[in-house]
């Protein structure tokens, strides 16, 4: 059975520092991969998606940055962080093909920014 | 893009009533229309999907239906029971492999 993960878990971070999200996904071969973001008590706001290695969408122009560098892995980055980068960050992963098939979401990262 | 609209943003409920959430979408070229239980704290859960090719799909308590000439569709939960008592997403594709979310309901069990 396929399995999604991300860590770490929750993460405090003061404004201005680095930001490194990771996700996996087990069982599964070429998935396509999601990055959304929660802002507290608010909608699921997607951020980016890949349909393949090294193939990055960018959804909504910000100061995060993504990457796919292996088939199951899922980088969500940034430079410097913002408050507004607050947030419950949930990874994703569904089939290939069609745009017909379930997506399934990772525990998610609870990020706070000082 | 695809736009979805979601109705009511609150919904409270009588323990053992029914409950019905309603998405509007835009995009006709949508074709795959999953729902989504969170709860609070948690990951957002698929509980039941549908595909443009049925008007109608049923698992237990819950059902959804679909009105393509009217671009909109609807989940509904008979029996409700305190454990329903959660935020409920819906959610529509658009075509590709994007799903575009509503702003979601908050649906509140009375015991």
């Known amino acids: 059975s396929q399995t999604i993960h991300q860590w770490p878990a929750t993460l405090v971070q003061p404004v201005g520092s680095p930001l490194s999200l990771e996700c996996t996904v087990e069982?599964?071969?070429?998935?396509?991969l999601y990055w959304y973001r929660q802002a507290a008590g608010r909608g699921l706001q997607l951020l980016f998606y890949?349909?393949?290695?090294?193939?990055i969408s960018s959804e909504v122009p910000q100061n995060l940055s993504a990457s796919r560098p292996q088939d199951r892995q899922f980088i969500l980055s940034s430079k410097k962080l913002l408050l507004s980068d607050s947030g419950f960050y949930l990874c994703?992963?569904?089939?290939?093909?069609?745009?017909?098939?379930?997506?399934?979401f990772g525990p998610g990262t609870r990020l706070t920014v000082l | 893009g695809e736009n979805v609209e979601q109705h009511p943003s609150t919904l409270s409920v009588q323990e053992g009533d029914s409950a019905v959430i309603k998405c509007t979408y835009s995009d006709s070229a949508s074709n795959y229309f999953p729902w989504y239980k969170q709860e609070l704290g948690k990951r957002p859960q698929l509980i039941i999907d549908i595909r443009s090719n049925v008007g109608e799909k049923k698992d237990q308590r819950i059902a959804v239906t679909l009105n393509k000439t009217a671009k909109h569709f609807s989940l509904h939960i008979t029996e409700t029971q305190p454990e329903d008592s959660a935020v409920y997403f819906c959610a529509a594709n658009g075509g590709n492999e994007k799903l575009t979310f509503g702003t979601g309901t908050r649906l509140t069990i009375i015991p």
């Open positions: 069982g599964t071969s070429n998935p396509n």
């Open positions: 994703a992963w569904s089939r290939i093909g069609g745009g017909t098939d379930t997506q399934y």
């Open positions: 890949s349909v393949g290695i090294g193939q």
